[in-house]
């Protein structure tokens, strides 16, 4: 006859169980956000039309790729998705305002993982392409860390990710002047044309 297990062995969870318990236990709870004594948002339909918007983005970077470089249009991206995520900051309290611009920053992440994906593999070499990665995962970490454990409040978290959303818009644009502009001015160089870059006309 099989032995039977304790009663305390029985119950107790099964270590991977407990791992994701205590994963889950850290994210924040849907009635977190639910005022006290309001109606329940629809969790589940605000979810797939996100996922809608999201693959509705991938189909926007095949669109806007077939017409520009990534370079160019992703600054695009950057601005649209800083603007989007100011609207809680812009519209407090204003929770149908904040979903549409929730709506819109998932159509710009839609588009913008093919982009940078593109950009990627034209500008960093496939050798050192790992050790690249891993040193821009040291910032990233630090900056989610920053965010727990200073204990900001919804604005002045959106106002940051509005701050830093925007820097890349700069960058980017940068990295599109560094990349295509002088490129694209090199070779009309060799071939004696002449460039207009934003009202100033380069021989």
């Avoid at 189909?59 to 470089?69: C, H, K, Q, Y």
């Avoid at 990534?70 to 649209?80: D, I, M, Y």
């Avoid at 929730?102 to 960093?124: D, H, N, R």
């Avoid at 040193?135 to 920053?146: A, T």
Wanted: glycine content about 8%.
């Amino acid at each position: 006859m099989p032995r039977r297990a304790p009663p305390d062995a029985r119950a107790r969870p099964a270590p991977t169980s407990g791992r994701i318990s205590g994963a889950r236990a850290t994210l924040p709870k849907p009635q977190a956000v639910t005022p006290p004594g309001g109606e329940k948002p629809p969790y589940g339909e605000i979810f797939s039309v996100m996922m809608i918007c999201c693959m509705a983005g991938t189909r926007l970077f095949g669109f806007l790729a077939e017409r520009e470089a990534p370079e160019k249009f992703s600054r695009g991206l950057f601005a649209v998705a800083a603007c989007a995520l100011a609207t809680p900051v812009v519209l407090p309290g204003r929770p149908t305002w904040a979903l549409a611009g929730f709506l819109a920053f998932e159509l710009v992440v839609g588009a913008y993982f093919p982009a940078m994906g593109t950009l990627k593999s034209k500008i960093i070499p496939d050798a050192q392409r790992a050790t690249i990665y891993n040193l821009f995962r040291v910032p990233l970490n630090v900056i989610v860390l920053l965010v727990l454990l200073s204990h900001l409040d919804t604005v002045q978290v959106f106002t940051a990710v509005v701050a830093l959303l925007a820097a890349a818009a700069a960058l980017q644009h940068a990295l599109y002047v560094a990349t295509v502009c002088l490129l694209y001015t090199s070779d009309a160089a060799d071939e004696g044309l002449g460039v207009d870059l934003g009202g100033r006309r380069i021989i």
